[in-house]
Structure formats: structure tokens, C-alpha cells
């Protein structure tokens, strides 16, 4: 067996993970600098680009929010009982990761498209989700809520079921004890499920455009940019995005983590 002196074991593991940050951002820097503050000047001028770049950002929040409403309850019964058919459900709820982002996108054409199974019966009361901001959101929601539903899932799983055992044995009702006791432990977890559907929901593609094309999320005119006139103009949409999720990833997992504290704080 190869033995590494410890030095020597960090050595690496720092040499591995420069590596890794490099490739990752290596890409993204190319893309900020090549754009330039001129140009991101530029486009957060054009009106296309802002209409773009809101429409992403909320129709991802509205998205979130029918998911955590809808998810989270799921994944707390995932997280606490077992039932006939428990590990289906959870690998029906993880499908959309594995799902090609244009075949999520002809799936859901194929249900609530306007001849589809859902959308012929709701044309009639004036619910189109094509060419429409709610087929936008419903193409984010599908593709991201396995992320909000696994890692809320976890957070509850931390969370001791003995201390809602106890708030029960106190006279609380099982959603009593739920909102009372399992939430307020668990609610970092589950708010970081959420940035990740939000996260998820904002960088769809594939999905929103078979399904809703217009308005134009910020994929999509950056997409139609490159398509028509080149790298350069594609360019400033993409960084914006790429920057807007950026900020709001580091702020909320400063906000979401708490600091680590060392050993001789602890002392």
C-alpha cells in the first residue's frame, strides 16, 4: 500500500483542487474579460437585455417558490417514513436530472403544449403555456425540483426525529412539531435547495425554449445572439447572468453557513 507522509498528502490534494478551480474558472473569467465594462455597459442599456434578464431572474424565483410549496412536504414524508414504493417515487423525483434538456422540453411540449394531453383541455379557458411566461416557469420547475427535493430531503434527515418525538409527547400535532421544532433545524439545509433550484431554473435552456420560446429568457437571447451575429454579441448577456448567479451564490452561502469555528475558538 502507498504511503504518503501528511505534507506531502495536502500537497496534492491542494495541487488537485488548483486544478479543478482553474478549469472552472477559467471560462467564466475568459468570458468576463472578453465582454469588458464596455460592452456589459452596453447591453444592460438595450431593453432586451433587461426585459431578458428580470423575466429569467423572477419567473426562476416563481418557479422556486411553487417548488418549496410543493417540495418541500415531500421531502420531509421521504425523510421520515417508509412506505410500498418509496424508492420509486424518489427516483421519479430525480428523472428530470437524467432527462436530455431537449427531451425535457418535447415531454412536456407532448402534455402542455397546445395538442397536448393537458393544454387542449386548458386552451379553451385561455391557459396557454407556450409563448407564455407560465410555460417558462413550468420548464424551470420541472428541471429544477430534484434539487430542492433532495437536499431538503437531507436537512430533514439530519434533523434527530427523537426532538419531534419529544414536541409530540408535549401535546404538539405532527405539523405542530414539524413548524415548531424540525424546520427551525433543518431550514439552512432547505434554503440552500432552494438557491439551487433557483440556480437550475435560470441557466435552463433546452426545455424553455421547445416549450415556451418566447419572451426570451436570457439563454435563449444569447443563444439567438451568437446564432446571428456572433460570439461577440453574445457575449455581455451570458456574463450578466453568470455574475448575477455568482453574487447571489456567495452571499446567500455566507449567509446560509455558518463560520466554522476553530479549535482554539472553541477553547
Not at 175 to 189: D, S
Not at 243 to 257: K, Q
Request: with cysteine; proline share 6%.
Amino acid at each position: 500500500m502507498i504511503r504518503f507522509r501528511p505534507s506531502l498528502f495536502w500537497a496534492l490534494c491542494a495541487v488537485a483542487g488548483a486544478l479543478l478551480l482553474a478549469f472552472v474558472l477559467l471560462p467564466a473569467a475568459s468570458m468576463i474579460v472578453g465582454a469588458g465594462a464596455g460592452l456589459l455597459g452596453e447591453a444592460l442599456r438595450q431593453d432586451d437585455v433587461r426585459r431578458s434578464l428580470w423575466l429569467t431572474v423572477s419567473a426562476a424565483v416563481i418557479a422556486t417558490v411553487i417548488g418549496f410549496v410543493v417540495g418541500v412536504p415531500l421531502a420531509y414524508v421521504l425523510a421520515r417514513k417508509e412506505f410500498p414504493g418509496k424508492r420509486l417515487v424518489e427516483g421519479v423525483i430525480d428523472l428530470p436530472i437524467v432527462f436530455p434538456h431537449t427531451a425535457a422540453g418535447v415531454a412536456l411540449l407532448t402534455v402542455w403544449g397546445r395538442d397536448g394531453v393537458v393544454g387542449r383541455v386548458l386552451a379553451p379557458l385561455g391557459i396557454t403555456f407556450t409563448e407564455t411566461v407560465a410555460g417558462i416557469v413550468l420548464a424551470m420547475l420541472f428541471v429544477s425540483l430534484p434539487f430542492l427535493v433532495d437536499t431538503a430531503r437531507e436537512a430533514f434527515v439530519m434533523v434527530d426525529p427523537r426532538y419531534e418525538h419529544v414536541a409530540r409527547t408535549l401535546g404538539s400535532s405532527p405539523g405542530g412539531a414539524f413548524v415548531r421544532v424540525t424546520f427551525p433545524q433543518a431550514w439552512r439545509g432547505v434554503l440552500a435547495g432552494a438557491v439551487l433550484m433557483w440556480g437550475r431554473g435560470i441557466s435552463e435552456f433546452g426545455a424553455v425554449v421547445i416549450l415556451a420560446y418566447n419572451p426570451k429568457v436570457i439563454s435563449v437571447l444569447t443563444y439567438e445572439r451568437f446564432e446571428g451575429f456572433g460570439l461577440r454579441a453574445a457575449q455581455p448577456p451570458a456574463v450578466l447572468i453568470v455574475i448575477v448567479a455568482f453574487v447571489v451564490f456567495v452571499g446567500l452561502r455566507t449567509l446560509l453557513l455558518p463560520r466554522r469555528r476553530s479549535r482554539k475558538d472553541a477553547a
